[in-house]
């Protein structure tokens, strides 16, 4: 890539990147209700998202021999979960306990 082409290329990203961060904040002030169908999936999103999330973890289970990482992280993040109710814990230890597993155990 020559180097017009890069920097029109970030040029586009940076603006698309904005555009979609303050798109919201212009379209939705805080003085102003937003309308009942963007708290409805402020909502559901979070839990629609997460079912994706494990839908497309296990996608493989059924077909490998072995989806015991998986099953285990799934395990330990529930425990992780219930034990604290925090999301991100849940998420940054899931990752790391996931990685230590396929990396050093199930390799």
Not at 79 to 98: N, Q
Request: with cysteine.
């Amino acid at each position: 890539m020559s180097l017009p082409h890069q920097l029109i290329t970030i040029t586009v990203v940076v603006i698309g990147t904005m555009i979609t961060r303050f798109l919201p904040f212009l379209l939705f002030p805080e003085n102003k209700t937003p309308p009942a169908y963007i708290t409805y999936l402020g909502n559901v999103l979070p839990y629609a998202t997460m079912g994706l999330l494990v839908i497309f973890c296990l996608k493989d289970a059924v077909t490998r021999a072995f989806a015991f990482p998986e099953l285990l992280t799934i395990l330990f993040i529930v425990i992780i979960h219930k034990w604290k109710h925090s999301t991100f814990l849940s998420i940054g230890l899931g990752t790391v306990f996931y990685m230590v597993l396929i990396q050093n155990i199930f390799f």
